[in-house]
């Protein structure tokens, strides 16, 4: 995914919010790769198709796993 589609995803994700928090809980560097524990939480700006209504808070932990090579992330998951 570029650089470009990373941010579209994000300006579009903006509009769902009312409110939202992202942090950083963990991360560990491992010679060519890394690995970021994330935890994530946001209100709901508006009522959506699947069910979700305005308000309602999602609370969110994952994981994003980070690839190096010659000092340029090659790939994330």
Do not use: C, P, Y
Not at 12 to 23: D, M
Not at 47 to 74: A, C, M, P, W, Y
């Amino acid at each position: 995914m570029s650089i470009d589609a990373l941010r579209a995803l994000a300006q579009q994700s903006l509009a769902r919010f009312s409110e939202r928090n992202q942090s950083s809980s963990a991360f560990d560097l491992n010679g060519v790769a890394a690995t970021a524990s994330i935890d994530f939480r946001g209100a709901i700006a508006a009522d959506l198709s699947h069910g979700l209504k305005k308000g309602k808070v999602l609370i969110i932990s994952g994981r994003s796993e980070f690839e190096f090579q010659n000092e340029l992330i090659t790939n994330i998951s």
